[in-house]
C-alpha cells in the first residue's frame, strides 16, 4: 500500500542491462476479456455525482458510461458500493447484498448492469471478504454471544491486566491504518481483532460459517450478472492462532514509528498458509457460474507482499486455481520517478521469467490507494507509463483519471478524510492520507469539473480542471494524453498485441527502455527514454525483425523532436528527447 517500502528495491536482483524474449503466440485463440479488455477503476464516490451531495453515485456511473466505449475500455472494476458508514468509504461493509444509499438502490444498480450489458461492458465488483463494518448486524449479534454468530469475529481475552486494571491486548498487533489491531469491547469482555480500522472488524476464517456467509454474498451478485471480483485485502484472511507478537521489521521505513504498520514484520498476520485454501474456495464458486453458461467471470486479488516468491502461489494451480491474476503492484513499490530504465526492465523480465505456465500477467500503475503517475513518476512521465503497461503481453489495469493525466490534489489537514491520514495526525498524514489521489475525476472545464453540482464535493475537485479534464482533451484539435491513450487502447486490439512475441530490453547504456511486439512481421516497437538527454536508438541493430523504415504510430504529447503523427521514420535513428517516448509501427 501507500509508500511501501523503497527498501525492497533490494528484493530485486539488480543487472545492469536486461533484455527478455517471448515467441508469438504458434497458435493465437482469442484471448478472454480479462486478459485483453483495459479493466478501468472507478472510485464511486469521485466518478460523477448525479444528485448534487457531492458524492459520486451509481446514476453518475450510468450517465458517463460512453466515456468507456470511446476509449475502447471493456470492463469496470467499481471501488465498493456496498451499504457502508463510509469509516474507510466503502470498504467497511453494512450489508453484503444491497446498495449503499448514498450510491443508490439496487435498481439503480440493475439499470447500470443492464446499461453496461447493452454496450457490451464487463461490470467487477469489489468484493471484501476480509472484513465487515462494526455496523453489520453480524458484529451485534457477535459481541452478544448470539448462536452462530458468537464467533464470527476474531474475539481474544486480555493477555493480563495493567496496574491500572486496563484489559491488554493479546498481542502487539498493529493495523495497517496505525495503532493496536485490537479493540475492547466492554459489552462481551473481550478484544476483537481489526487489521484495518476499528470500525472493521476481521472475520473469522477459522469458522467455516464465515466462508459460507461470504460465499452466499458473492453468489447473489454473480445472479446479479456481475462478470467478476477484485477481492480486498486477501493476505489478511487468516492469523497464525497463538497470537504470538509480531518482530520489529530489520527493513522499516527510517521514518517510522512503532504504531505504523511498516514497523512491524508481519510474520503472524499476514500471507498465512490458508490463505490460498480460501481463495481456490472463492474461484471455484466463480467457475461454476462460468461453466454453467459459457460465460468467463474474472477474480483478481490484492495483496501487498513482500516478494514474488510469495505472491505467485495466489494464482493456485492448475488442479485448483485461485485468483485469475493476483495484482502485480511492483511498478508502484519498486518504482518512482528517479528509477532509471533497468529498474522497470528487471521487474518486467521477472514476472514474465517467475510466472506459472500458462498464467496471465498484470499491469498497473495506480489505484486509490496510491498517488497518481504523474504525482509518483513525475508528470512528464505520464504518456510513457500508460504506453509502458498498456502494451506489454497481459492484463491491465487503468485508475480512473489517468487516461488525461490527472495529478494529486493537495489536500489540507483541515480537508482529510481519509482514516489513515486522519490516524497520523496533522504532523504526519500527508505521508499516509490516501485523498490526494481519491479527488473527483475531471470531466469539463465547468465548475466543479463536471462532476457534481454541490457546493462542497466530498474531496476538493483539483484546480487544474480548468485546462485538465476530458472535454479538452478530446477537442482540442492538437494532442492530448487522452488522444494518446485511445491509440494504446486500439493498439491491443491488434494481432501483433494480441498474439505478438515480445522482445524487451534496456538500450543506449541503459537510458532507454524498448520492447518490440511483433507476429508475422507485423507489429509495433515502444521507446521510452529515462534519459536527461536527447539519445538516438538503433532499432533495427537493437531488435530483431525491425524494418529499415516504420511509421510514427504515436508519441507522448510534446515529444522531442517534433514528429507527426503517421509520418515515416528511418528505424536505425530513431531519435527520442530526453524522458521522452514514441511508438513506431511497421
Ligand atoms: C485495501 C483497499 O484497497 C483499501 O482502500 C482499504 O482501505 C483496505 N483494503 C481495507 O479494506
Ligand atoms: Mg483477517
Redesign the pocket.
Known amino acids: 500500500m501507500k509508500h511501501v517500502l523503497a527498501f525492497c528495491l533490494l528484493a530485486i536482483s539488480f543487472r545492469l542491462s536486461s533484455a527478455i524474449k517471448l515467441p508469438q503466440n504458434p497458435d493465437p485463440q482469442p484471448l478472454k476479456w480479462w486478459q485483453s479488455d483495459i479493466i478501468y477503476q472507478i472510485y464511486p464516490r469521485s466518478h460523477q455525482d448525479s444528485d448534487g451531495d457531492g458524492v459520486g453515485d451509481l446514476k453518475g456511473i450510468e450517465s458517463r458510461l460512453d466515456h468507456f466505449v470511446e476509449l475502447g475500455i471493456g470492463s469496470v472494476w467499481i471501488s465498493p458500493i456496498y451499504q457502508s458508514p463510509m469509516k474507510d468509504f466503502g470498504y467497511d461493509i453494512s450489508n453484503f447484498t444491497n446498495i449503499e444509499p448514498t450510491f443508490g438502490t439496487l435498481d439503480d444498480f440493475r439499470s447500470l448492469s443492464d446499461a453496461m450489458k447493452e454496450r457490451g461492458l464487463k461490470l467487477i465488483m469489489d468484493f471484501v471478504p476480509?472484513?465487515s463494518s462494526d455496523m453489520h448486524a453480524w458484529f451485534n449479534k457477535s459481541i452478544h454471544s448470539e448462536g452462530k454468530y458468537k464467533d464470527y469475529y476474531?474475539w481474544k481475552d486480555p493477555k493480563g491486566y495493567d496496574a491500572e486494571g486496563n484489559p491488554i491486548p493479546p498481542a502487539n498487533w498493529v493495523n495497517h491504518f496505525g495503532g493496536s489491531s485490537f479493540e475492547w469491547n466492554e459489552i462481551r469482555q473481550q478484544f476483537y481483532?481489526h487489521?484495518f480500522v476499528k470500525e472493521q472488524p476481521?472475520?473469522?476464517?477459522e469458522n467455516p460459517e464465515v466462508m459460507k456467509e461470504m460465499l452466499a454474498a458473492m453468489k447473489f451478485w454473480l445472479d446479479a450478472g456481475v462478470d467478476g471480483f477484485r477481492m480486498d485485502?486477501v493476505q489478511?484472511?487468516?492469523?497464525d492462532q497463538r497470537f504470538l507478537d509480531e518482530p520489529v521489521n530489520p527493513d522499516r521505513p527510517a521514518n517510522s514509528i512503532p504504531s505504523d504498520h511498516k514497523y512491524w514484520k508481519h510474520i503472524y498476520?499476514i500471507n498465512q498458509p490458508k490463505v490460498i485454501d480460501a481463495l481456490v474456495e472463492f474461484r471455484k464458486l466463480i467457475d461454476i457460474y462460468t461453466l454453467a453458461d459459457g460465460k468467463e467471470r474474472c477474480m483478481m486479488t490484492e495483496a501487498y507482499l513482500d516478494t514474488l516468491e510469495e505472491l505467485l502461489p495466489y494464482y493456485g494451480t492448475k488442479e485448483n486455481p485461485a485468483a485469475h491474476f493476483p495484482f502485480n503492484f511492483d511498478l508502484i513499490v519498486y518504482a518512482n520517478g528517479s528509477s532509471g530504465a533497468t529498474t522497470f526492465a528487471n521487474i518486467i523480465d521477472e514476472w514474465y521469467l517467475k510466472k506459472p505456465e500458462g498464467a496471465t500477467v498484470n499491469w498497473l500503475v495506480g489505484n486509490h490507494d496510491n498517488f497518481r503517475i504523474g504525482s509518483r513518476y513525475g508528470e512528464d512521465a505520464i504518456d510513457k507509463m500508460n504506453m509502458l503497461i498498456m502494451l506489454l503481453p497481459g492484463s491491465v489495469v487503468t485508475y480512473y483519471g489517468e487516461e488525461i493525466g490527472m495529478v494529486d490534489n493537495v489536500i489540507s489537514w483541515e480537508d482529510t478524510v481519509d482514516p489513515w491520514g486522519c490516524n497520523a495526525g496533522p504532523d504526519r498524514y500527508s505521508l499516509f492520507s490516501r485523498d490526494p489521489e481519491r479527488c473527483p475525476m475531471q470531466w469539463s472545464a465547468e465548475d466543479n469539473a463536471g462532476f457534481s453540482t454541490a457546493n462542497k464535493t466530498w474531496l476538493p475537485v483539483h484546480p487544474n480542471h480548468k485546462q485538465l479534464n476530458v472535454e479538452a482533451q478530446k477537442n482540442t484539435t492538437g494532442e492530448s494524453h487522452l488522444k494518446v491513450y485511445k491509440r494504446l487502447s486500439d493498439l491491443r486490439k491488434t494481432e501483433a498485441w494480441q498474439f505478438g512475441g515480445l522482445e524487451a530490453k534496456t538500450t543506449n547504456d541503459g537510458e532507454i527502455y524498448g520492447y518490440s511486439r511483433i507476429f508475422n512481421n507485423q507489429g509495433f516497437l515502444f521507446l521510452g527514454s529515462f534519459s536527461n538527454q536527447t539519445v538516438t536508438v538503433n532499432a533495427t541493430q537493437e531488435f530483431e525483425g525491425i524494418p529499415s523504415t516504420a511509421t510514427v504510430y504515436t508519441t507522448n504529447v510534446g515529444f522531442e523532436p517534433e514528429t507527426a503523427i503517421g509520418s515515416s521514420i528511418s528505424t536505425s535513428s530513431i531519435v527520442v528527447g530526453a524522458k521522452h517516448s514514441i511508438i513506431v509501427a511497421f
Open positions: 476480509n472484513h476474531v481483532l487489521q476481521d472475520l473469522n476464517y485485502a489478511t484472511l487468516f492469523e498476520t
